[in-house]
């Protein structure tokens, strides 16, 4: 009997954890936080010359660059800085567009030209990648140039470290510096040269110079515009330059018709450095008169002779007449008006 009341006890308990159970099933829960969306990875011009534009608009050194955003050249050169441990420099005429939305994927379109990527070990999980219309470059810590052929060709030259290449027919292959690959449908290795190395010395050297993040901001412009720009007997392109510093370095400005104008530009414990060159033109060389050819006598007949040499004679001036005589008969010897000069000289 003691046992029934502990029986409907325990039921009664088990009915109430279940009643309780379903209100709490049933009641709306809580919202949950949404987590704010990865923010995208910093990026900025670290290098402008010339007639470099970051979209439809002049680069300089300092601008942010966009998700999305295109960065480009004509004659100039440019490059920017991403995540504080990549840099990426274009050659003349060349348009890569950057991909920084994800952070743990950084993605570069080169549209047209030529780059040259440098980076440090990236974090784990985070790639880097280089995309053509016809190759795809992965890298994660090396040093490499890439460019677009007019045939629809990518040609790699790998500097430093290693890649992984991958052509549009799906076809991969690793690769280990210093080596090139030439990639259409299939991807073609080959030793890399001297001379295919100092190619992209440019480049591999500008990007050796400027500091992304650490630099002092050098701003050059020039009076002609347009100057060539010598960077420690590197040449930079042509103002306007705008680039980050983080060392001294000699800066020598010149054109053709302009006497160069050279500076010691010193970057440390500077916030901004900017430097007008007004380049004073060369003195005009002295037009030369050029003397034109005296006239050529016209050339005198036998006949013309004969009747000079007769008329001198006819005037009893024997000596000018005989001096005809034998100019006749030395230019004209087969002539009959030499017969008659030698027959009459006699």
């Known amino acids: 009997t003691t046992r029934k009341p502990l029986l409907w006890g325990l039921a009664l308990a088990a009915g109430l954890a279940l009643v309780v159970g379903a209100a709490l099933a049933l009641r709306p829960s809580a919202p949950t936080a949404s987590l704010p969306p990865p923010s995208p990875l910093a990026a900025r011009v670290s290098f402008a010359s010339g007639d470099a534009h970051l979209g439809s608009a002049p680069a300089q050194a300092g601008q942010s660059v966009p998700h999305g955003r295109n ?105 280990a510096a210093p080596v090139q690959a030439d990639i259409a449908e299939d991807i073609r290795v080959a030793p890399l040269s001297p001379s295919e190395i100092g190619e992209d010395k440019l480049l591999a050297d500008l990007v050796g110079m400027i500091g992304s993040e650490k630099g002092a901001p050098v701003f050059l412009a020039s009076t002609p515009t347009g100057a060539d720009v010598l960077l420690d007997d590197l040449p930079i392109g042509r103002t306007p330059v705008s680039m980050f ?42 037009a030369q008169v050029v003397e034109s050819p005296a006239p050529r ?6 006949g013309q002779m004969l009747a000079k040499a007769q008329s001198l004679r006819s005037r009893g001036q024997y000596q000018a007449c005989a001096q005809i005589y034998r100019r006749l008969w030395s230019e004209f010897p087969g002539s009959e008006e030499a017969k008659v000069s030698m027959v009459s000289l006699g």
């Not at 006598?297 to 036998?302: E, K, L």
């Open 297 to 302: 006598p016209a050339r005198v007949s036998p």
């Open 71 to 175: 960065l480009g050249t004509g004659a100039g050169l440019a490059c920017m800085g991403i995540a504080d441990s990549i840099d990426v420099c274009l050659d003349a005429a060349s348009t890569a567009t950057f991909a920084l939305s994800d952070p743990n994927q950084v993605l570069v379109y080169l549209d047209k030209g030529t780059l040259l990527a440098r980076l440090d070990r990236q974090p784990a999980g985070r790639k880097f990648f280089v995309r053509t219309a016809g190759a795809e470059v992965q890298a994660v810590g090396t040093q490499f140039s890439v460019r677009l052929e007019s045939d629809g060709r990518t040609r790699i030259r790998l500097h430093e470290g290693n890649l992984s290449v991958r052509a549009a027919s799906r076809v991969t292959t690793d690769l």
């Open 245 to 286: 510093l983080g060392k001294a370095v000699h800066v020598r400005v010149s054109t053709a018709k302009h006497q160069p104008v050279s500076d010691w530009i010193e970057v440390r414990g500077q916030t901004r450095i900017e430097r007008a060159f007004v380049l004073a033109a060369l003195p005009e060389p002295p």
